[in-house]
């Protein structure tokens, strides 16, 4: 499908300025570079570029996430929104369950546990990500 300006690049700030007229439109493809600038999901540029009617977005970071698995599910959200569930669900199901196996505390169950949510995250978003 054609659109009516194939090519645009922009820097977050201009986009943000912009951004009530690009939501008019359709995209096809949204490439995001320093792709972890997007890990909080309640930041303006976050929801703005979220806003945008896109078949296709692609995040390039070489600091996807610093330890933190909301922070990656805020960018697993962007290109490919409930891949591993809301974010309550994520929490129940991955995050806790990881975390709580990870703990310095857990017991040989919570740690084994923790693995399985740990390898099953991995093989669902190994299939988006590079």
């Known amino acids: 499908k054609r659109v ?5 690049i922009l820097s977050y700030e201009c986009f943000r300025m912009y951004s ?7 995209v096809g493809l949204i490439i995001c570079d320093e792709g972890h600038r997007l890990k909080n999901s309640d930041n303006l540029t976050y929801k703005a ?3 945008v009617q896109c078949v296709r977005r692609v995040l390039i970071s070489g600091t996807p996430i610093q330890n933190d698995l909301l922070e990656y599910l805020s960018l697993l959200n962007f290109v490919n929104p409930g891949l591993l ?3 309550s669900e994520f929490k129940k199901k991955f995050e806790n ?5 990870r ?3 857990a017991t040989d169950e919570q740690q084994k546990k923790g693995d399985e949510a740990t390898t099953e995250m991995a093989a669902i978003v190994s ?3 590079i």
């Open 20 to 26: 009530d007229v690009l939501q008019k439109g359709e």
């Open 49 to 51: 570029l979220s806003a």
């Open 97 to 101: 369950v990881i975390l709580r196996g």
């Open 127 to 129: 299939k988006i990500n």
């Open 103 to 105: 703990d310095a505390e």
């Open 85 to 87: 569930g809301t974010t």
């Open 4 to 8: 009516a300006a194939p090519v645009c």
